[in-house]
């Protein structure tokens, strides 16, 4: 409980007049350091004083499973105006959820410059790694009987009394959108959601879209986690998902990996005010709230340049993760990774014990909090408050696309821990080759084509294509020789499989030196009938396109504007993998939005009409 008129279900306030600033109400998004960990319960928030220290009080009444929690902030002084002013309560209602809040006035004057808040907010106030659209706050928009409560709009120049005996009363619908929505994994082409109703509802609505507007339906399923393949790499995707008995969506951006070669820098120079740069991605495990995400900033000083990475622990313990691109790594190949790293000095925020910052670097297959698997380094007790330079070695076991994730772990300090001059770089990769890239991809034909990039070819002979429809058996179906690429310069090679099967297809690549010695790539995975993959071409177009289906047999087509209007629309189908959608009217020139939905699910594709 704070003596300004709220309540935090966080961490304890830290003993501060002024970092952070309590009496600063800000229900709808918390700036720097101005505020308190979510979720908050205002009764009424503002710069207010205690008559005597006695006068804030909490009790529980009832019993179980229908008790009232009841804090009192009693007798308040409000800005400065002298005497008490006003009292009230908050209360809190087991199983039937509702909170409520309840005034009664003083006769003490009102200070100059009040404004007061009254209202509600969630955990995830503010999202800064992975943006969630949803309301997280309800602000009332005055203090008279007649108040709303507004999710989109703060009110925080409330500056009269409620009535004696006022009564403002929040109660839980009985559909709600989910919450908790969280990428458990990802990377270039696939990625794993997973998310909590709030209903005990077992059915839930779900889509995905490369542009940012609700969906007007999506594919119904009974779990709580989804994983989409077919994804394009370093690219932005909105996943829209709500309760099957609700009308609202909650939508989750989040974004593919992109895939570098290496060697590899990042000093964070080309990131945009505190964004990260496009390459590199953030998340965390900890609480949602102001700066505990990974951030650039040009504020403190950077190792060279001007920018660096950094996170802190200011109002909860941290455990957030900074991941970078993924990186064609070889099995037994020699990688050698260096950063350099800091941290500010705490100052005496009324903490016991001096927190301990840590730094956990890993690496795994995809990023995500259960992608990094292998650990490079953990540097525990990080006291350095100038630029220190940590250089490793690493070797996978196995070849593939990695990603290298750093994580910062502390328990609450006003440290702020600072990392720049990312470099990873190849030591030494064994013979015959190194493979920079491996890619299978479906083409509008159903046909797979296969896509790989070498350099430093030293005595190889050639490629032979395998094919599998299990992953563990494989069989030979092509071969291409090597062309002998030197250190400095990198070969593309191309291969169709004309006739790849329904279902899973595994790919992989026979690398074989001029004595025989072989060596396999990573496997690729292309999935013709499971996997959702749309294509609309040509796009842009006029009132046709053409939309490639491949392995699909079940889907429901519609078109709509951007307001989700359904348009008239003529699908005809071509043949089993694609079909003309034909607008039976002329439309203005525009965005218009092509939905997809299958039993397993629902994607939302960009048309531009010209």
């Not at 704070?2 to 501060?16: E, Q, T, V």
């Not at 409620?162 to 990428?183: D, G, M, V, Y």
């Not at 102001?290 to 951030?295: F, I, K, L, R, Y």
Request: hydrophobic content about 35%.
């Amino acid at each position: 409980m704070n003596i300004n008129g709220f309540a935090s279900l966080g961490a304890p306030f830290l003993p501060s007049n002024t970092d952070p600033q309590y009496e600063i109400n800000e229900l709808r998004n918390p700036v720097a350091y101005k505020g308190a960990v979510r979720p908050i319960i205002a009764p009424f928030w503002d710069d207010l004083q205690l008559t005597d220290a006695s006068n804030l009080t909490y009790k529980t009444e009832g019993v179980a499973p229908n008790r009232v929690f009841t804090a009192q902030w009693k007798n308040i002084i409000w800005q400065n105006g002298g005497s008490a002013a006003i009292s009230f309560q908050l209360k809190l209602n087991e199983t039937s959820n509702i909170v409520s809040f309840h005034y009664s006035q003083m006769a003490g004057n009102i200070g100059v410059g009040a404004g007061a808040s009254i209202g509600l907010t969630s955990q995830k106030n503010t999202i800064f790694d992975a943006e969630v659209d949803a309301p997280y706050f309800l602000s009332l928009n005055g203090s008279s009987s007649a108040a709303s409560a507004l999710d989109s709009l703060e009110t925080d120049v409330i500056n009269s009394k409620p009535a004696n005996s006022q009564e403002f009363r929040f109660t839980p619908k009985s559909c709600t959108p989910p919450t908790s929505i969280k990428l458990l994994n990802y990377n270039s082409n696939t990625a794993t959601l997973a998310w909590a109703g709030n209903s005990g509802s077992a059915n839930f609505e779900m889509a995905l879209s490369n542009i940012d507007v609700k969906p007007v339906l999506g594919t119904v399923v009974n779990t709580t986690s989804h994983t989409f393949g077919n994804l394009t790499s370093n690219t932005e995707y909105y996943f829209f998902i709500k309760e099957f008995c609700g009308t609202k969506w909650t939508r989750f951006k989040f974004k593919t990996c992109a895939i570098v070669a290496l060697p590899y820098t990042q000093g964070f120079e080309a990131s945009l005010d505190s964004d990260l740069p496009s390459d590199l991605t953030s998340q965390t495990t900890s609480n949602d709230f102001a700066d505990m995400n990974w951030q650039s900033s040009n504020l403190l000083n950077a190792s060279t340049g001007s920018k660096k990475a950094i996170n802190s622990a200011r109002f909860a313990k941290a455990d957030s993760w900074l991941y970078t691109a993924s990186f064609p790594l070889q099995v037994g190949g020699v990688y050698q990774l260096s950063f350099k790293y800091s941290r500010t000095a705490a100052t005496d925020i009324g903490i016991s014990g001096t927190p301990d910052l840590k730094l956990l670097v890993k690496y795994g297959l995809r990023a995500g909090s259960t992608g990094m698997v292998d650990t490079i380094v953990f540097l525990s007790n990080i006291t350095n408050t100038s630029y220190a330079t940590q250089t490793m070695q690493f070797s996978p076991s196995s070849s593939g696309d990695y990603n290298i994730g750093f994580g910062f772990q502390s328990d609450v300090t006003d440290a702020i821990i600072l990392l720049d001059d990312i470099n990873l770089v190849v030591n030494s990769v064994p013979l015959p080759l190194q493979l920079l890239s491996f890619e299978a991809k479906l083409n509008i034909q159903e046909e797979v084509d296969l896509t790989w990039q070498t350099t430093a070819e030293q005595n190889v002979s050639h490629f032979e294509l395998e094919h599998s429809i299990d992953g563990i058996s494989f069989v030979n179906f092509g071969k291409t020789f090597a062309n002998g690429s030197s250190l400095n310069n990198k070969t593309n090679y191309e291969y169709t499989h004309r006739k790849p099967s329904n279902g899973y297809n595994y790919y992989r690549l026979k690398m074989v030196d001029l004595d025989g010695k072989f060596e396999y790539s990573p496997i690729r995975l292309v999935n013709l009938r499971q996997d959702l993959v749309t294509l609309l071409y040509p796009n842009p177009s006029g009132n046709e396109v053409f939309l490639q289906m491949p392995g699909v047999d079940q889907a429901k087509i519609f078109v709509y504007n951007l307001e989700g209007k359904l348009l008239m629309t003529q699908v005809g189908k071509v043949n089993e993998n694609e079909c003309k959608i034909t607008l039976n009217t002329q439309v203005p020139h525009g965005i218009y939005l092509v939905t997809v939905s299958t039993p397993s699910e629902t994607r939302i594709l960009k048309w531009l009409v010209e």
